[in-house]
């Protein structure tokens, strides 16, 4: 996603590991044993047999279980158990990875981003098709942090979970500020999307089912006040200018929905057009066989919380955002 404020993307990963970092004391783990663990920890980290490498990284855990210090080794056991097909060890420690995510962002954005990708295919292998999305989403956000494009790995899982209906619970938790994330980086990360067929803003049966479960969510006191940004994009093909015009329709349509449908009274629907200039996945040439499916992605409407007008947190300057969109004008 693209923002309009200078080097952004660093800014917002920069200002997520202030907000998640904290001091990693071994609270809960002698000062002896966490220098045995240490020292276990360390030789798995260059064992290069998996087995032993696996064995020695339980042996540092139970040792000194759950420590902020041995975060990226709780995914790279999680990765290990994945790899050898044990998918229940496998969640529990990527999991655990997660639960430190500002100790692994802050040693590796590829570790944290694998974290997460790894947790959406187990959840997506599991049913759990909510959760799988949002750990597919903060996979996707992260690789575009590290101004890499999103592989084909995220295409062929996101594309299994479709059909999925967003149901309101998961809505209202999903676009619910976190107080420990930054505004920006919410917006990238705590979003949610509906799709639409080429060239058209007509809504999809699938994305009226999306938008029934975002519009009964926004029905809660919660959000009242809230400003919803409601940004149109379109895939590569065509000119510029009509694409912005293709975006806008697009985010139109799904405001006018959600007010038509459910009445939203309490809740700032904001429109925006980025067309053609914020797609999910870029075309290249290496992979024009995979267009359809990344086109698919990129011809949608994006939905996330800017903040509250009475500044219970801080939010975005939302005017300034569309002012400064490349569809403005």
Same mark, same amino acid.
């Given at each position: 996603m693209r923002f309009p404020f200078g080097s952004l993307c660093v800014c917002a990963v920069l200002g997520i590991m202030l907000l998640w970092w904290s001091p990693l004391t071994h609270a809960g783990c002698s000062d002896?044993?966490?220098?045995?663990?240490?020292?276990?920890?360390?030789?798995?980290?260059?064992?290069?047999?998996?087995?032993?490498?696996? !064995?020695?990284?339980?042996? %540092?855990f139970q040792i000194c279980e759950s420590h902020g210090n041995f975060a990226v080794g709780?995914?790279?056991?999680?990765?290990?158990?994945? &790899?050898?097909?044990?998918?229940?060890? *496998?969640?529990?420690?990527?999991?655990?990875?997660?639960?430190?995510?500002? !100790?692994?962002?802050?040693? /590796? $954005?590829? &570790?944290? %981003?694998?974290?997460?990708?790894?947790?959406?295919?187990?959840?997506?292998?599991?049913?759990e098709a909510e959760k799988a999305l949002i750990h597919l989403n903060i996979y996707k956000a992260l690789t575009k942090v590290r101004n890499k494009s999103v592989d084909k790995d995220f295409i062929d899982n996101a594309e299994s979970l479709f059909a999925v209906v967003y149901a309101p619970s998961s809505v209202k938790a999903y676009l619910?500020? &976190?107080?420990?994330?930054?505004?920006?980086?919410?917006?990238?990360?705590?979003?949610?999307? $509906?799709?639409?067929?080429? %060239?058209?803003? *007509?809504?999809?049966?699938?994305?009226?089912?999306?938008l029934d479960g975002i519009g009964s969510a926004l029905q809660d006191k919660s959000f009242k006040g809230s400003s919803i940004v409601v940004e149109g994009h379109t895939d590569e093909v065509g000119g510029e200018r009509s694409n912005c015009r293709l975006g806008q329709r697009r985010a139109t349509a799904v405001i006018d929905y959600l007010n038509d449908r459910w009445g939203i009274k309490d $809740? *700032?629907?904001?429109?925006?057009?980025?067309?053609?200039? *914020?797609?999910?996945? /870029?075309?290249?040439?290496? &992979?024009?066989?995979?267009?359809?499916?990344?086109d698919r992605f990129n011809r949608r409407v994006v939905i996330w919380n800017a903040g509250r007008k009475d500044g219970s947190f801080k939010d975005i300057d939302v005017r300034g955002l569309v002012s400064k969109s490349p569809c403005s004008d």
């Open positions: 002896e044993d966490y220098l045995k663990a240490e020292e276990i920890y360390q030789k798995a980290l260059k064992e290069p047999s998996p087995e032993n490498k696996i !064995a020695q990284f339980e042996q %540092a709780y995914y790279l056991l999680g990765k290990l158990f994945y &790899d050898s097909g044990q998918k229940e060890k *496998a969640l529990k420690w990527l999991k655990e990875a997660n639960r430190f995510r500002s !100790a692994v962002l802050f040693e /590796s $954005v590829n &570790d944290l %981003a694998q974290t997460n990708l790894l947790l959406g295919k187990l959840f997506r292998d599991k049913g619910s500020p &976190d107080a420990q994330v930054a505004p920006e980086y919410r917006a990238m990360v705590n979003r949610l999307e $509906v799709y639409f067929d080429f %060239a058209h803003s *007509a809504l999809t049966d699938k994305a009226k089912e999306r $809740v *700032a629907l904001i429109p925006m057009s980025f067309g053609e200039s *914020a797609p999910t996945m /870029s075309r290249t040439e290496r &992979d024009r066989k995979e267009w359809p499916r990344i």
